[in-house]
């Protein structure tokens, strides 16, 4: 399982991926493993405010529906349109072509509450 350094954690097994002010969000490598093969992705609108921990979508595979959750607040800028056609894209590349949302972030200090990939690995076990 890959993890990797440069991206923070939340509990609810979201990666963030910082590029300025705005926060690469996706769901981490052992989430995606857990959930097994993904087959739909609902996606938010664009301009959408989300408040810290959030339900913004949710990803449904073979064994489970699962909510995801952002990190940190802001307005969505982006959403990967690519996972309406591929949803596999999360099992295949969670941290690349995976990613689900781009945030622009209102509180960059939200980030301080996340973990990093050390302290990730040993809430998830491993």
């Known amino acids: 399982m890959e993890f990797p350094s440069d991206l923070k954690y ?14 690469v969000i996706g769901i981490s490598d052992h989430a995606q493993d857990e959930l097994g093969d993904v087959v739909y992705v609902e996606l938010p ?35 990967n349109t690519k996972l309406a056609d591929e949803p596999e894209l999360i099992n295949n590349a969670p941290y690349g072509d995976g990613w689900i949302i781009k945030v622009k972030a209102a509180d960059l200090s939200e980030m301080d509450g996340l973990m990093d990939v050390a302290a990730y690995q040993e809430f998830i076990g491993s």
């Open 45 to 79: 609108e664009v301009g959408r405010a989300l408040k810290q921990d959030e339900t913004f979508g949710v990803v449904e595979s073979v064994k489970a529906v699962s909510d995801v959750y952002t990190p940190l607040s802001g307005e969505i800028s982006e959403v």
């Open 10 to 23: 939340s509990k609810e097994h979201e990666w963030v991926r910082l590029e300025g002010d705005t926060a």
